[in-house]
């Protein structure tokens, strides 16, 4: 059973780069037919998809955060990470990893980190 976890820093300045890893165990990032996202969920608001990567390396982002967004994953870690630069408050939310079978089927999720940005 493939479990992701993932961690980093609870509180950010405005204007600083977030910095998320999302660890993955009972499975390989590696996986044929998979790709990995990130989702976030503002408070008291839904689920926004930010971005992901395919095994390939290529990298997909919301065009909404595209220019802000950096996705990338280390296989020998067996981990993702996300990079958020020049933040605001208005990016605190619960930010989750999470695994796709392709196309489009959620099939694995971390358990969400709360970032704040706040000065």
């Known amino acids: 059973q493939v479990q992701l976890q993932e961690s980093g820093p609870g509180l950010v300045k405005p204007s600083q780069t977030l910095s998320l890893t999302c660890t993955v165990s009972?499975?390989?990032?590696?996986?044929?037919?998979?790709?990995w996202s990130w989702i976030r969920q503002p408070p008291g608001k839904g689920l926004e998809w930010m971005g992901a990567i395919a095994l390939s390396g290529s990298t997909y982002y919301s065009p909404s955060l595209k220019s802000r967004t950096s996705i990338s994953s280390d296989t020998s870690k067996n981990h993702i990470t996300l990079q958020l630069s020049s933040v605001t408050p208005e990016d605190t939310a619960v930010y989750y990893c999470?695994?796709?079978?392709?196309?489009?089927?959620?099939?694995?999720w971390g358990q969400g980190t709360l970032v704040t940005v706040s000065s």
């Open positions: 009972g499975g390989s990032i590696t996986t044929k037919n998979y790709y």
């Open positions: 999470a695994r796709t079978l392709e196309p489009n089927a959620l099939d694995a």
